[in-house]
């Protein structure tokens, strides 16, 4: 049996107070519609098609650079005329199943998926649906018994439908040739003179085809986006979510409400997370490690026993076991920090290696460079690897020491063993072996110079 997943994305999003498409708004690191798309491409959808109407150029840019089908509905009517502008896309198939999907809904899991696509091999469709303590604004779930019969939106409602807790999500399993048959017989007899999707259930029910429903358990994957400050109010939830997850696996997580986890973080034993740090991407770290406060960490994976200081960033690097980081460092992506090296404040490292044991502790900024274990490099140094149209690489070899204020003027390699004074600007290869390098023009002083140049001035 294939799947085709429909997701529907033609709303105006008027409540977004935005030019920018609402599901282009990210939400935990990335787009709304990225969500939905990757909940379809989990459960192995064969083809995904998105329903869209005069979609802004950055959306159809998006659309066109993750290769997803698109359907172009030319004038919005309601959920059943979107979906009919998706099958016109779709070629006719008897033993395929369609999964219609909200735009606009971004954490539906695809477990939640797959146990309602099997439920669908024993009924015609499979509808989502959620016990609101609260369901204003939705479609309400009537049933006959346990049969589902019909559901009524909000606006259409009596009194005392608006009672009924058990709300659709707009999530959809079907069998094809079923939704093909009934959803042209779908009209706009309603307030808003839409052609609503959800009458399906009617019609089926009213034609003895057999529906199943699935109750979702988790609120999160069934809320849906309209405003921003339903996007705020969902990802917070969700945040607060998962960093209450790893609290509860002993992960030592100090205020729950200020731990973003944007992404898949992944952790170990005795692990101590301060306030205010944002994980997004893939991390993982370590066992007995501690972030501080403040920190921003993404791609990137923390080896054991590591203290990662406040204020720190770190973006595509690995850092190894026993290392101090920070405060204030920015590691970026290409950097590796083997075992016991330090990066200490305001130092920036990229795309380089720093060695087991070296130390790089003030205001420095390596670049593009290898450096050996075991070396000291002092406060404010610099590798010039960029002359304005390429890089080079710096090499420092093991049990150096970088003296203050040194630039290292790539390409250029310090030997092992070698020593250079501070103030130096090195633009050639050191000879090593204890030698003691020093690059830097010649104190000069000059007498009474403020009282020449004011009389010069004159």
């Not at 107070?17 to 939400?27: A, G, M």
């Not at 998006?62 to 998706?86: H, M």
């Not at 960093?243 to 997580?253: E, M, P, Q, S």
């Not at 205001?363 to 070396?375: E, F, K, R, V, W």
């Amino acid at each position: 049996m294939s799947l085709t997943t429909i997701i529907l994305a033609a709303g105006k999003s008027t409540r977004m107070l935005s030019l920018k498409s609402k599901i282009l708004f990210k939400i935990s690191a990335e787009p709304i519609i990225q969500h939905v798309y990757n909940a379809a491409k989990k459960i192995k959808s064969d083809d995904i098609i998105c329903v869209l109407s005069n979609p802004p150029v950055e959306l159809t840019k998006f659309i066109k650079e993750n290769n997803i089908k698109s359907a172009l509905q030319k004038k919005p009517s309601g959920t059943a005329d979107a979906v009919k502008s998706a099958l016109k896309k779709i070629p006719s198939k008897r033993n395929n199943n369609i999964l219609i999907l909200c735009g606009d809904v971004p954490f539906i899991s695809s477990q939640s998926l797959n146990i309602m696509l099997k439920k669908l091999t024993q009924s015609d469709l499979c509808l989502g649906t959620f016990n609101q303590a609260n369901p204003k604004g939705y479609g309400r779930v009537i049933r006959d018994g346990h049969k589902v019969i019909k559901i009524v939106e909000e606006k259409d409602a009596s009194e005392k439908i608006k009672k009924v807790t058990e709300i659709n999500t707009g999530i959809i399993c079907i069998k094809e040739h079923v939704l093909r048959k009934y959803i042209g017989k779908i009209n706009n007899n309603n307030k808003q003179k839409e052609f609503y999707l959800t009458d399906l259930i009617a019609l089926l029910s009213d034609n003895n085809h057999k529906i199943s429903t699935y109750s979702i358990k988790d609120e999160l994957e069934t809320m849906g986006i309209n405003s921003k400050k339903d996007l705020v109010d969902l990802e917070r939830k969700l945040l607060v979510k998962k960093a209450t997850n790893l609290l509860n696996k002993g992960v030592l997580i100090r205020d729950v409400q200020r731990t973003d986890i944007k992404g898949d973080l992944k952790v170990q034993k005795d692990v101590d997370i301060d306030i205010n740090c944002i994980f997004e991407d893939k991390v993982t770290i370590g066992s007995n490690s501690t972030i501080g406060h403040n920190c921003y960490l993404n791609r990137c994976k923390i080896g054991k026993n590591v203290h990662i200081k406040p204020n720190t960033i770190i973006f595509g690097a690995t850092i190894g076991d026993n290392c101090i980081v920070g405060p204030y460092a920015r590691i970026r992506p290409g950097a590796v920090l083997k075992n016991n090296s330090q990066v200490g404040n305001f130092v920036e490292v990229k795309n380089s290696t720093i060695g087991s044991g070296t130390k790089i502790n003030h205001l420095s900024y390596i670049g593009d460079a290898t450096l050996g274990s075991n070396i000291n490099v002092g406060a404010g140094c610099i590798t010039c690897n960029y002359d304005g149209e390429k890089k080079y690489k710096t090499v420092i070899e093991s049990n150096s020491f970088i003296g203050s204020g040194t630039r290292l003027v790539a390409p250029v390699t310090v030997a092992k063993g070698s020593y250079i004074a501070a103030g130096s600007t090195v633009t050639k290869d050191t000879p090593g072996g204890g030698s003691l390098t020093i690059a830097r023009s010649k104190q000069v002083s000059i007498p009474k110079w403020k009282s020449k140049t004011i009389k010069g001035k004159k």
